[in-house]
């Protein structure tokens, strides 16, 4: 930079000191007047003043700049429209070293909000911590699987697991966990993945969780798909002769028995107790055929036609519909809407399907009570998210059974074949929803339809 201006302003009030020092001094030597020495001493510590502020100006604006960074102040101009181009020309070095400043800093806020915006819309749950537990980050999927809608510190989790909290405290980079836990009436298996980070010096732990609940049902319905199968399939090509061949004799038989006479010397008798023989074959081979049939239905759900339906009108048709069972067997069932025209987008006839199955089963939760109650009911959640929940006030389901239920083939009733729930979960899982459960001994179960 440029100096020559400020030098020779610094030469011009140098000599005009040197020269009131001189002409001070003549006149003390020379016993000059005391006004003219007075004069001359204010004019000397005038122009010693000027001289200090002249020099330190250009200091000021750099000590301002410097302030200005160290509080991360970088929004301030200095003026370039001065009388001292040197001035100018310093102060335009400063705005344009804050505009620099000011361009990062922007850059380095996008970048920021670019990885916050992943980081909160991200499918997995991430949660930071540091060493006393205290939450610097929750993003919107963890919250969404904890139920929370913030977390100042980890121990906040304790009330709803605290074996939750042991393993988020207790696992250290790359150790993993799995924990199986209620969350919101809603069965969960989280996978918990932990990372421990070094910030400024300090210690953070990442973690990471999924519900993979979903994944595992999955599975193991394709694990009972499979098995099924291969069932139908072997059992389907034994029984469908047995049972045509049965019907062969069967009427074969009918017919040497209307004639009333002995037939090839063996007694009507005899006769008469190979047909039961053949009826009995018969009948189990048509009730086996049906009974492979109902689980073939596991692995042939339909794929959804998805329309608009009225609940009230839908839940109205399926009392309609079981009003013999439901009045069979002495239960009173009461609908609730709210609001009035709420409405669905879902499969009609597959809803039905599990709508029908659930209501059956609530109906027939009693034991010899009297007071029997079925409520069907159907709102919106906190989340605006459509639920239909049937109700009962019945005998309710032991913890052991309720690890079972959706489980295919597997039944509390002395009738029926079992798939009932895992069918109704399937169809729910084909609508992008879930089929849930809540229970207790003596006081009665609630499935939720959450679409």
């Not at 750099?62 to 970088?74: A, M, Q, Y």
């Not at 139920?147 to 939750?164: A, C, G, M, Y």
């Not at 006479?261 to 049906?290: F, P």
């Not at 692995?299 to 009003?323: N, R």
Request: proline residues 2%.
């Amino acid at each position: 930079m440029d100096f020559s201006n400020v030098k020779t302003a610094i030469l011009f009030r140098v000599g005009a000191l040197l020269a009131t020092i001189f002409s001070l001094s003549f006149l003390f030597a020379n016993d000059g007047f005391f006004i003219t020495i007075l004069i001359l001493i204010i004019l000397l510590v005038i122009q010693v003043i000027s001289m200090i502020r002249y020099m330190s100006h250009g200091n000021e604006e750099i000590i301002s700049f410097l302030d200005s960074i160290e509080h991360d102040d970088i929004t301030h101009r200095y003026t370039t429209d001065s009388k001292n181009e040197d001035l100018n020309r310093l102060n335009k070095a400063l705005n344009s070293v804050l505009q620099n400043l000011q361009e990062v800093r922007k850059e380095k806020e996008a970048d920021f909000q670019y990885l916050k915006n992943i980081v909160q819309h991200i499918g997995i749950g991430l949660i930071t911590f540091d060493k006393k537990g205290k939450v610097q980050i929750i993003n919107t999927s963890a919250k969404k699987l904890l139920k929370v809608s913030t977390l100042e510190n980890i121990s906040d989790l304790k009330p709803l697991s605290e074996s939750l909290v042991d393993i988020f405290l207790r696992l250290r980079t790359g150790g993993r966990d799995l924990i199986r836990m209620e969350v919101g009436g809603d069965i969960v298996q989280l996978a918990v993945y932990a990372i421990e980070l070094t910030l400024r010096g300090e210690m953070y732990k990442l973690v990471s969780i999924q519900n993979i609940q979903n994944e595992l049902e999955e599975k193991e319905m394709e694990a009972w798909q499979n098995l099924v199968r291969v069932l139908t399939h072997e059992i389907m090509n034994s029984v469908t002769p047995i049972s045509s061949l049965a019907n062969t004799v069967e009427d074969e038989l009918k017919l040497q028995l209307s004639n009333d006479q002995d037939v090839n010397k063996i007694s009507n008798e005899d006769i008469e107790d190979l047909h039961l023989a053949v009826q009995t074959i018969k009948k189990r081979s048509q009730g086996l055929i049906r009974f492979v049939q109902d689980f073939r239905n596991l692995t042939h759900i339909p794929t959804p036609k998805i329309a608009e339906i009225e609940v009230k009108a839908l839940l109205d048709e399926m009392l309609i519909l079981l009003k013999k069972e439901i009045e069979g067997n002495g239960v009173c069932a009461s609908i609730k809407v709210d609001p009035v025209n709420m409405t669905i987008n879902a499969d009609k006839d597959l809803i039905e399907q599990v709508l029908i199955n659930l209501i059956k089963n609530a109906t027939q939760a009693f034991d010899e009570q009297t007071n029997k109650l079925v409520e069907i009911k159907a709102y919106f959640d906190e989340k605006s998210r459509p639920i239909i929940s049937v109700k009962d006030n019945g005998t309710g389901i032991d913890d052991e059974a309720m690890e079972k239920i959706f489980i295919p083939f597997f039944t509390t009733k002395k009738t029926g074949s079992g798939i009932g729930l895992s069918l109704s979960r399937q169809i729910m899982r084909q609508h992008q929803g879930t089929l849930g459960v809540k229970s207790k001994a003596d006081e009665g179960t609630e499935f939720f339809l959450r679409f």
